[in-house]
Structures are given as structure tokens and as C-alpha cells.
């Protein structure tokens, strides 16, 4: 298994993955949207609420805000010494109090932690106004997205196959699939269309060059042939900041290697059961 890299910021990532199958492809998305804990508000104690929304509204667009996690820090409350009670491992608490008019943002949250800050102070919660006032306290703990999405690290994780664009001698030049390419994937030269390597990841496998190509009469088959390369893929990653992107790609990764040890493991256990009743 190959990974290139061809971006790698805070939060986001571009990579290719090569040498996997469809299932090991769509596990490592899935365990890096699903699998990977984030710190989200669970519980809200509203002391004061006098605004047009009602109290379920208000806790569940606080449960959205992106908090800043530090896994080494915080525990999952089911995994956490204290057995899930609650203590400054698996939780840490907020608290809110504003008069209107104004608007109230997630920077009006003041953490405990300030480590555990939310992501962005210009997320709108509610607007107030005069003589409305909100207060409250909050507390956040870690989670997982397949428990909630309010705690998926990722806003957009994706795949697609590598590309394998190839265009035959049949090709006249005549340009039609050059124009109709939405991600100007290909380009004119020599009386031959050609493909432009470094945009080669951008194409969207759409395949529209091959229906411009038939449509200039070349015959039933186009002179441009998409097609996808088998166990090579395109991945975009996109992380809401509560995680950088590179430890999100990590912690899915351990996981995935986690569930494959306890699966052996357990194949083990049940192959050894196997072979002491044989003996019997
Ligand atoms: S498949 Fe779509 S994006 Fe890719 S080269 Fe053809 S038209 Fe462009
Ligand atoms: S549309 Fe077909 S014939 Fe025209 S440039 Fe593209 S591949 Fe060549
Ligand atoms: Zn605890």
C-alpha cells in the first residue's frame, strides 16, 4: 500500500491511495469520518432563556459548534477512569451569558479549557433582543460521528478512482472535447487532442469528452476513452478544524488496525476452542 501526498495543510488533505481494494478504500473514509473522537456539546443546563427559540433548538445548534480536541487530553467518557461519571478527563464545561440586542456567537462560549475553544467566534447561534437574555452552562465530551454526526471531524471525505484518459489515432484535432471539459483536463496540440498531466487529478471521470467526441460524427466509438484505474484512488479530505487533517488520517488508520488485530484475535480464540474440543 502506497500513499502520495499532493496536499497536506491543517484541514485538508488531497492524497492518492494505491494498492488497496474498494472495501479497504471505503473503510478508511468511513473510519475517518465515523471512527476518529471529536469534542462536541452533549449537555446544556440553561439557567436563563428569554429569546424567540425554544431551549431543544438552542442545545442543538451549540452540539454543531466545531470545538478544538486534543486526544490527548480527553478520554471517551465510556473509556475514561472515572467509568463514564464524569470527570475533567472525559468532559470539560462552558458557560454563556449575554444581554440584547446583540447577536450571540460561539465566541461568546467561555471555555474551561481554553484549548478546548470552539473552532470559530463568528459562528451565529441567536440573535437577542431588547431586554432578551440568555445564560447558560454547557458541557462537552468526546464522541464519535457514527454515534452522531455533531461529531464527525470531517465536512467532506471523499474518493475517487485514479483516471486513465486515452485518446487513439482516430482523433482529428477538431477540439470539441477540449471545450466541453468542465475542469480543463485537456488541451489542442499538434493536430491531436492531449491530455495535461499535472491536472490528470482534477478530471471527474463525467465523461463528457467522450459524448463531445461522438457527437462530431467520429463514429459509435469515441477517439477519447475515460476509463478508472482498479485499486488506485483519489482521496479529498476536508476536516471541520476540531482535528488537523494529518491526525484525523492517523487515528483512522489505528483504528482500522485495531479492529484487524481484535478480528484475529478472535479468530484465534475460535480456532483454538475449535481444536481443544477435537481433542476432547
Ligand atoms: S471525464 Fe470529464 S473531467 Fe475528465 S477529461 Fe473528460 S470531460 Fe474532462
Ligand atoms: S473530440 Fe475526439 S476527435 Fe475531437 S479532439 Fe477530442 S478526441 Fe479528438
Ligand atoms: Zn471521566
Not at 500500500?1 to 468511513?30: H, K, P, Q, T, W
Not at 465515523?34 to 445548534?61: G, K, Q
Not at 451569558?97 to 463568528?122: F, K, N, Q, T, W
Request: glycine share 8%; aromatic share 6%; hydrophobic share 35%.
Amino acid at each position: 500500500m502506497d500513499i502520495v501526498f499532493s496536499r497536506l495543510g491543517d484541514n485538508e488533505a488531497r492524497f492518492v491511495l494505491e494498492g488497496v481494494s474498494d472495501g479497504f478504500a471505503n473503510s478508511f473514509r468511513r473510519a475517518m469520518m465515523s471512527e476518529v473522537p471529536t469534542l462536541a456539546i452533549e449537555d446544556v443546563r440553561i439557567y436563563d432563556n428569554t429569546s424567540v427559540l425554544f431551549d431543544e433548538i438552542l442545545a442543538s445548534r451549540l452540539g454543531l459548534i466545531p470545538i478544538r480536541t486534543d486526544l490527548s487530553t480527553y478520554r471517551l467518557p465510556s473509556r475514561c477512569e472515572c467509568g463514564g461519571a464524569g470527570c475533567p478527563r472525559c468532559y470539560t464545561v462552558y458557560t454563556l451569558s449575554v444581554e440584547g440586542p446583540c447577536m450571540v456567537y460561539s465566541g461568546d462560549l467561555v471555555p474551561r479549557d481554553p484549548a478546548a475553544s470552539p473552532v470559530h467566534d463568528r459562528i451565529p447561534i441567536l440573535r437577542l433582543f431588547e431586554n432578551q437574555k440568555l445564560v447558560l452552562e454547557a458541557r462537552a465530551v468526546l464522541g464519535k460521528g457514527k454515534e452522531h454526526s455533531k461529531w464527525q471531524p470531517t465536512i467532506a471525505c471523499g474518493y475517487k478512482h485514479y483516471p486513465v484518459i486515452t485518446i487513439d489515432d482516430r482523433c482529428d484535432g477538431c477540439g470539441m472535447c477540449v471545450d466541453e471539459c468542465p475542469r480543463g483536463r485537456l488541451a489542442n496540440g499538434k493536430g491531436k487532442a492531449r491530455v495535461i498531466p499535472e491536472r490528470l487529478e482534477l478530471c471527474l471521470l463525467c465523461r463528457l469528452c467522450e459524448k463531445a467526441c461522438k457527437r462530431g460524427g467520429i463514429g459509435s466509438e469515441p477517439a477519447i476513452r475515460v476509463d478508472e484505474e482498479r485499486s488506485r484512488y483519489i482521496f479529498n479530505v476536508e476536516g471541520d478544524g476540531s482535528l488537523p487533517v494529518r491526525e484525523i488520517i492517523k487515528e483512522a488508520l489505528l483504528h482500522l488496525k485495531e479492529s484487524t488485530r481484535s478480528l484475529l484475535e478472535s479468530l484465534d480464540e475460535i480456532a483454538g476452542g475449535t481444536s481443544d474440543e477435537e481433542s476432547e
